[in-house]
């Protein structure tokens, strides 16, 4: 059998080897795309078995939460799911990817009129998704087409417009869909935001994922690690300043390239400077 993921998936990308040490230029990011609708492109579930849609003229509000944990049921052995489990459990990027892989699927399957966000704004931010996954899944090669059908299979299953419980051997989380995507690309990092962090809150992931100003501010200021929740603010506040320079600069005309950058940088030099350490 064939142990690598379905048509359609793309996991050599161009990223890192590892998402803390450095950001993603975007151009080295542009194979990300085809990675949208990632279960979406594969057909999702088991062969034969038609997957559950809603329709695309709207997106299914949030209600209570599954009742049981999905495990993906017999998609895989109970050997695989709990080694798989304990992967993720020693491995927080490669649960942070696995938590992408699942919302980006979920949403292209529960809100056709918002494919691809997910990855698009991936993209726009410099955010390194699937490199940790790779990694991981290359250091253990007999659970890599156990994980892409674990996620095929709950993509396929999971119940739209709810908190979803998953539970892969001892590792479990919870997934709100719509809260993961508000807050995208921080929730990646930190998938327990209490709220949206200032520079990204009343605005929706489409309009972000387009701004041409998205990749240049992430540039400047990347989200590239796990910050305490006093530097979110921080640097989300100076974020927000960038993206209020960057949309003044291009009404005058300024191209969006790396000497904007460079100037944005500059702008808020000072300002980076008064930061805590942990926080620059």
């Not at 400047?220 to 927000?240: D, F, K, V």
């Not at 209020?244 to 100037?263: F, N, Q």
């Amino acid at each position: 059998m064939d142990s690598g993921p379905p048509a359609g998936f793309v996991t050599r990308v161009p990223l890192p080897a590892h998402r803390r040490g450095r950001v993603v230029p975007p151009a080295a990011l542009a194979a990300v795309i085809l990675a949208a609708g990632i279960l979406y492109t594969w057909k999702i579930g088991a062969p034969g078995r038609a997957s559950r849609q809603t329709p695309a003229t709207a997106m299914a509000s949030v209600t209570d939460a599954t009742d049981a944990p999905l495990d993906g049921g017999d998609a895989i052995e109970p050997a695989q799911r709990n080694a798989l489990g304990a992967l993720l459990l020693a491995r927080e990027d490669f649960a942070s990817d696995f938590r992408f892989l699942l919302a980006a699927s979920l949403r292209d399957r529960c809100a056709p009129a918002h494919a691809h966000e997910l990855a698009r704004m991936a993209i726009a931010a410099g955010v390194p998704v699937l490199a940790d996954a790779k990694t991981a899944l290359t250091e253990h090669p007999e659970l890599r087409h156990p994980a892409y059908a674990l996620v095929s299979r709950l993509a396929a299953t999971a119940p739209c417009g709810t908190i979803v419980h998953v539970a892969v051997g001892k590792f479990a989380m919870d997934l709100d869909l719509e809260r993961y995507a508000a807050m995208f690309p921080d929730s990646y990092f930190t998938p327990d935001l209490d709220s949206p962090p200032s520079d990204i809150a009343g605005r929706d992931l489409r309009e972000r994922a387009a701004d041409p100003c998205t990749p240049v501010v992430y540039a400047a200021l990347p989200l590239n690690t796990e910050r305490t929740w006093q530097c979110t603010g921080l640097r989300a506040t100076l974020r927000r300043r960038l993206r209020v320079t960057c949309a003044d600069a291009l009404r005058e005309g300024s191209p969006v390239d790396a000497r904007m950058s460079a100037r944005l940088v500059a702008s808020i030099r000072d300002e980076l400077q008064q930061l805590p350490s942990i926080c620059r």
